[in-house]
């Protein structure tokens, strides 16, 4: 049960060339950044990430596509990454950009058995149709477009102004769910037996991305004992969690700001 490795580096250790891996965070919140770190030492590549966004430049999984180790990336929001548009418009870089919510929802059906779902969002857009651009080649052509989904349309109910249900006719996608080989997801606290709980924003993807992997790693700043989280406050049920990295304070301390911003004293006197 006791689920605690010894080092970053062991606990990423039988990650190989071309896996998937669903990686947690949000922005640079919650990002499991000394796996990540393991991952760059250890030079693995031809990696598949899924995850909400890349990092940046020089933070969470920018130093993997920095160093030419991501082939693909399956996220929502890209925008603070240079390299990231440099890779992806050079025709180095394939990428799946995905609306946000419906990315959460593919983790989510990938780690309860669910094979897929129907959703309105991207009806009637390339999302559905086809024609994204996945990748492009070195002339700035689309080489790899995204094909279209089969869509179909059902009768939900609606509630009118007035206060009547009525049943209303709607077009929905349908999105596959999302299975990784390995999973990497940094956690506030958790014990030896993978129970996790995490803070504020890196709930948001973290605990989603854990039960979509095959295989999840945990980095906790903080390691307790079991029976010291009241079951009441866990966020994660160990059960997900194969592998338990402590982190070191100095590691736990460790974090990014994406954007700082401060007040401009001089206006305001």
Not at 78 to 102: D, I, M, W
Request: with cysteine; hydrophobic share 40%; aromatic share 6%.
């Amino acid at each position: 049960m006791d689920k605690v490795v010894s080092s970053p580096a062991e606990a990423v250790a039988d990650i190989r060339d071309g896996a998937t891996l669903a990686v947690g965070g949000f922005g640079l919140c919650g990002i499991p950044s000394v796996l990540i770190d393991s991952l760059r030492a250890s030079g693995v590549k031809d990696l598949e990430c899924v995850s909400n966004n890349c990092g940046v430049d020089d933070w969470g999984l920018g130093v993997l596509l920095a160093g030419g180790q991501i082939r693909r990336m399956v996220s929502s929001y890209v925008g603070e990454n240079k390299e990231f548009a440099r890779q992806y418009l050079s025709g180095e870089l394939e990428v799946e950009l995905t609306p946000q919510g419906t990315l959460a929802e593919k983790l989510r059906a990938g780690g309860s058995g669910i094979a897929g779902f129907w959703t309105r969002t991207g009806v009637a857009t390339q999302i559905a149709e086809g024609g994204l651009p996945w990748r492009y080649d070195s002339e700035g052509e689309v080489a790899l477009a995204s094909p279209p989904k089969e869509t179909r349309t059902f009768t939900v109910k609606e509630r009118t102004r007035e206060g009547e249900s009525l049943p209303v006719d709607h077009e929905f996608v349908l999105e596959e769910a999302i299975t990784a080989d390995f999973a990497l997801v940094r956690a506030w606290k958790g014990d030896r037996h993978g129970n996790l709980v995490f803070r504020t924003t890196s709930r948001n993807f973290n605990p989603l991305c854990a039960i979509a992997g095959l295989v999840t790693i945990a980095e906790v700043e903080e390691l307790v004992e079991p029976g010291d989280i009241e079951p009441d406050d866990v966020h994660l049920p160990g059960i997900y969690v194969q592998r338990v990295v402590p982190l070191t304070p100095e590691q736990a301390a460790d974090k990014r700001i994406e954007k700082r911003t401060v007040r401009d004293e001089k206006k305001e006197a």
